[in-house]
């Protein structure tokens, strides 16, 4: 297909099945052209080496944000009805008036599309959204506040949905008791729940941000293209891992691409790795799970367990064919069987043979460098009439040879990290 088709394919609009409810909204962004090019979070991860092992299939993951265009040329077939909790009804989640979303959900488990870079990284797994917001910002452009109880019901719908892994793509200084107790549910039903850490960290640099401080969630970082972090990614011991969230693609609603900047977009890096491994592990715990992430994962600049980059950057590749844990496989006792002894008589005529020639060999050596010496000497003993004499020393001062200066394998000043 030309890549002019391609690109008209991707922007047709959504069809009715995806299109928004009457009145759900009020200023719906619009669809983007496409972009075809292979972004560079996706040639960071070389995706093509770990889907041979797995690409997620049979593994939902939930996202519970503004929804997610199910219509989207590469999320069709990849997204389940969901729910729809922020406006009162029994809605589906399956429509996005602000996009939020439709990207997180694309960065998971994108389909590839023809003449198209961008695909998710688990390209096999099922979207289920849950909407809990209707738009991620206010015209203002600051985040808008979403209702913990709102929250609190997300998540454990997913749960109790099936999901393996929940992404929560939203960050707040509050310590809700219904959210903790939400996400102690959703963990007691085997999901592994990851969280963005937050975009305040220049305004509120001693903040704990939640759900990704709460026990057993992985909260994840932005790094820039030069694996630097962010400098608005919140810092703190709750930083499990780091991915990248600066100039990121995503998929917008109804069609197209756009980059997207923030904490929210490095954790469905995250997200897609973890359906990864479940899918390749299923009878992994979720702990599990997020323990053999940090174990993979590439160490950053700010070194291994650090309060900016956590364990470092995370790794699909390695979280998916890392021999870790686990009982070898049994492969029974090993036994050696003694030679016949026909290979024993013929390795020592060939062993007796290699001796003789080998002492053969070092005969005529031998007899070689005897008679180069008397080549050399006879002549000069019959010029001195078979006399001894004394070598005259050489004229001019001896010359001390220095060995050279070491080479250095590193430049003299590392070269700093720039931000995209």
């Known amino acids: 297909m030309a890549a002019a088709a391609v690109i008209a394919a991707l922007s047709l609009p959504a069809s009715v099945a995806a299109a928004p409810p009457d009145g759900a909204c009020n200023n719906p962004s619009p669809s983007r052209p496409v972009i075809t090019q292979l972004p560079w979070a996706q040639q960071l991860f070389d995706l093509s080496r770990v889907w041979p092992y797995t690409t997620g299939a049979g593994v939902t993951v939930a996202v519970v944000d503004s929804g997610v265009d199910a219509d989207h040329p590469q999320l069709r077939g990849a997204v ?161 891992l780091v991915a990248p969230g600066t100039k990121v693609v995503g998929a917008n609603r109804i069609a197209g691409h756009q980059y997207w900047d923030g904490t929210s977009f490095a954790t469905p890096f995250v997200s897609g790795a973890a359906a990864l491994v479940r899918a390749a592990y299923p009878k992994l715990t979720a702990p ?41 496989q049994n492969l029974g006792p090993v036994i050696v069987r003694p030679p016949s002894p026909a290979v024993v008589r013929a390795q020592h005529y060939w062993w007796q043979a290699g001796v003789g020639a080998k002492i053969v060999t070092a005969a005529v050596i031998a007899a070689v460098f005897l008679a180069a010496i008397l080549a050399w000497a006879l002549p000069r003993a019959r010029r001195r009439k078979w006399r001894a004499t004394l070598a005259t020393p050489a004229a001019g001062t001896i010359v001390r040879k220095e060995p050279p200066e070491q080479t250095s394998l590193f430049p003299s000043s590392a070269a700093g990290h720039g931000r995209g």
């Open 288 to 328: 599990q799970v997020a323990q053999r992430l940090i174990a993979t994962a590439t160490v950053a600049p700010g070194g291994a367990r650090s309060q900016e980059y956590g364990a470092g950057i995370v790794d699909p590749y390695r979280a998916v064919t890392d021999g870790l844990g686990g009982k070898p």
């Open 80 to 240: 389940l009805p969901g729910r729809d909790f922020y406006l009162v009804g029994t809605l589906p989640g399956n429509y996005d008036c602000a996009s939020h979303g439709t990207a997180v959900a694309s960065i998971i488990a994108a389909r590839a599309a023809s003449g198209v870079g961008f695909e998710g990284i688990a390209p096999g797994a099922t979207i289920l959204p849950v909407r809990i917001v209707d738009d991620a910002q206010s015209d203002s452009g600051e985040a808008t506040p979403i209702d913990p109880n709102i929250v609190a019901k997300g998540i454990r719908y997913a749960a109790d949905q099936g999901a393996k892994v929940i992404n929560l793509s939203l960050a707040g200084y509050g310590n809700y008791g219904q959210i903790q107790d939400a996400v102690k549910y959703a963990q007691s039903r085997d999901a592994l729940i990851v969280a963005a850490v937050g975009n305040g960290q220049a305004q509120t640099p001693d903040a704990i941000s939640f759900p990704a401080a709460y026990p057993g969630v992985l909260g994840v970082g932005s790094i820039d293209i030069n694996g630097a972090r962010n400098a608005d990614s919140q810092v703190g011991t709750y930083v499990s």
